[in-house]
């Protein structure tokens, strides 16, 4: 059975830094696409960044480039994403999620910016 | 990276068929096989339950089913269940890099 569990998550002001973790199981981890998806309270899905599988490759959604980090560690089978500079608009449900299908889903880690 | 355009809601009732658009553009829907729809209960994680515009994952019942036109993908749920009231939502590629998710839409079991 594959698993995505996230963490990191919490309460930060404006301006701050957070840095969430995706570890995952039952999953050929390093062979695969990963990618974080992100859900403001009561709005839609929205796609923030996606890595290869080795981590050569990374992209970003317009806004969060710049700010947003996304890497793993394939040796320990988590998925990273180092967010700086925040704002009161990145405040959503991180969620980290396999391959281009989305096909697999964590249950999410909040993340609240305010001051 | 403008979200794909679905139905604010939909409805039906048990045993009735509903039918979701998603609508894009030749850069995105209407450019790769990449379309997917998830299904989303109040409080869970999303589930996917097409992928590759028409393709159902294993466990998924075959009342679900999809299909495109052009631009624009659709969700069909026949057989209307209580269980199938949830938020759906669809995606796809948008160039080689970028991902799009539609904006959802609440489906009713009336």
């Known amino acids: 059975e594959v698993q995505l569990v996230e963490s990191g998550g919490g309460l930060v002001q404006p301006g701050g830094s957070l840095r969430l973790s995706c570890v995952v199981s039952?999953?050929?981890?390093?062979?695969?696409?990963m990618h974080w998806v992100r859900q403001a309270p009561g709005k839609g899905l929205v796609w923030v960044s996606r890595?290869?599988?080795?981590?050569?490759?990374?992209s970003y959604a317009d806004s969060v480039e710049g700010r947003f980090t996304i890497s793993r560690d394939n040796a320990k089978r988590t998925l990273y994403l180092q967010m700086n500079s925040l704002r009161v608009e990145d405040t959503a449900v991180y969620y980290c999620?396999?391959?281009?299908?989305?096909?697999?889903w964590g249950q999410g880690t909040l993340v609240i910016v305010s001051s | 990276q403008s979200a794909l355009t679905q139905p604010p809601s939909a409805s039906g009732s048990p045993g009735q068929s509903v039918t979701i658009s998603c609508t894009g553009t030749?850069?995105?829907?209407?450019?790769?096989?990449?379309v997917c729809w998830f299904q989303q209960h109040p409080g869970k994680a999303p589930k996917i339950i097409i992928y590759?515009?028409?393709k159902r994952p294993s466990g998924v019942p075959d009342r679900f089913s999809g299909s495109r036109s052009g631009n624009t993908a659709s969700l069909t749920v026949s057989g209307l269940q209580p269980e199938d009231e949830a938020d759906y939502y669809c995606?796809?590629?948008?160039?080689?890099?970028?991902?799009?998710f539609g904006t959802g839409t609440k489906v009713t079991v009336l």
């Open positions: 999620a396999t391959r281009d299908y989305f096909d697999n």
């Open positions: 039952g999953f050929t981890f390093s062979g695969h696409w």
């Open positions: 890595i290869k599988y080795d981590g050569s490759t990374t």
């Open positions: 030749s850069s995105d829907v209407g450019a790769y096989n990449y």
């Open positions: 590759e515009v028409t």
């Open positions: 995606s796809s590629i948008a160039g080689s890099n970028n991902f799009v």
